[in-house]
């Protein structure tokens, strides 16, 4: 079975170092919170928005050993409003548990029904 996991988060400024950073971040949490091996990743389309442009999400992916995953990257439409330097991923993996959906670092607020419902989860 396969499933399709989400994920963003906010890039501090249009650096090489930022973006690689920042998807270092991503890339990790999500790995871990959805415990994933490398053989379960079937292929990753990252996007940054419009005012990040100093670098490829998929290199720093490739970087921590997604090397065989067929990766992709785009460019975010700009919508006015929309929140700004933010690094989205959906990943698609073979698995049957849930999708945990990964937002760090104030991309949080692009799914604030996924931030409920781990807070509620959280409580219980």
């Not at 005012?51 to 992916?61: E, H, K, R, S």
Request: charge should be positive; hydrophobic fraction near 50%.
């Amino acid at each position: 079975m396969m499933r399709a996991i989400r994920g963003a988060i906010c890039v501090a400024s249009n650096t090489f170092t930022a973006i690689e950073s920042a998807v270092t971040e991503l890339v990790t949490v999500l790995v871990h919170e959805n415990r994933l091996a490398l053989d379960d990743i079937v292929s990753a389309l990252f996007s940054l928005t419009p005012d990040l442009n100093a670098a490829f999400p998929a290199q720093f992916a490739r970087e921590l050993g997604w090397s065989n995953v067929p990766m992709m990257c785009s460019q975010e439409i700009d919508v006015p409003g929309a929140l700004r330097k933010v690094c989205r991923v959906i990943v698609h993996v073979h698995g049957r548990e849930p999708a945990r959906h990964v937002y760090l670092r104030g991309a949080e607020v692009l799914r604030p029904d996924l931030l409920h419902a781990r807070a509620k989860v959280l409580r219980s």
